[in-house]
């Protein structure tokens, strides 16, 4: 069973940049994986922020962006603001279906 | 705009089935594979299955192959998903969404409808 793995929790300060990582039990993510990333806040439906590693929807900030960092998907997020305190899911693609990781709850403070 | 809109939701006993519709507005439903996603309470999501946009294509979670299935009508701009022999661990809010052109992934979903499995 493949298992995709994100940190549990993050803190950030307002106005600063923190990057959060997504690793998979099979190995090095790459760009197979296509990597997307998804925003939820409480009650709410997940929202799609990047997608295939790097790809912004047309309604993503700017400030977010995707990549792939030392063998995992990275989301750095940049001048962060209040309002993307949050919990954060990865998803991955091996080859027919998909996996999401445990999701990170980004705290800003 | 773009509107995804599950429904078909409630309590259901263990052993039973349930089918969930999901309706599309605003795009070209056929041209879009889409993706079922859940998400028990309190837990992370957990995708379910895709079906390619002309339905020939399914692909299933480990968790529910043989016990769920995916299905669409494209003449009614409908998603569906047919779930028999639920278990307490289906219990999830349930996602439609819908996939990318020119990409890989989920874009856009809908507000999900609440399965509960119960006796």
């Known amino acids: 069973q493949t298992v995709v793995t994100q940190e549990p929790s993050l803190t950030v300060s307002p106005g600063g940049t923190v990057t959060l990582t997504c690793a998979s039990s099979?190995?090095?993510?790459?760009?197979?994986?296509?990597p997307n990333w998804f925003q939820q806040k409480p009650g709410q439906a997940p929202r799609s922020l990047i997608h295939t590693t790097s790809y912004k929807h047309s309604w993503t900030p700017a400030r977010f962006s995707g990549s792939l960092l030392g063998g995992k998907a990275a989301l750095t997020l940049s001048t962060v603001q209040p309002e993307d305190e949050a919990d954060y899911f990865c998803q991955f693609y091996y080859g027919g279906t998909w996996v999401f990781g445990g999701g990170t709850r980004l705290t800003v403070l | 705009q773009v509107q995804l809109v599950e429904s078909g939701g409630g309590v259901v006993q263990p052993g039973k089935s349930l089918r969930l519709p999901c309706t599309a507005s605003g795009f070209t439903f056929s041209s879009y594979a889409m993706h079922w996603v859940r998400q028990a309470p309190g837990k992370g999501l957990e995708w379910v299955a895709d079906i390619s946009g002309n339905g020939s294509k399914k692909n299933y979670a480990d968790s529910v192959r043989g016990r769920f299935t995916i299905s669409r009508d494209n003449s009614k701009n409908t998603l569906y998903l047919q779930m028999d022999s639920l278990r307490a661990e289906d219990a999830a809010v349930y996602y439609c969404?819908?996939?990318?052109?020119?990409?890989w992934g989920i874009g856009y979903w809908g507000q999900g409808t609440l399965v509960t499995v119960s006796s």
């Open positions: 969404a819908r996939g990318i052109i020119g990409g």
């Open positions: 099979t190995g090095a993510v790459t760009s197979g994986n296509y």
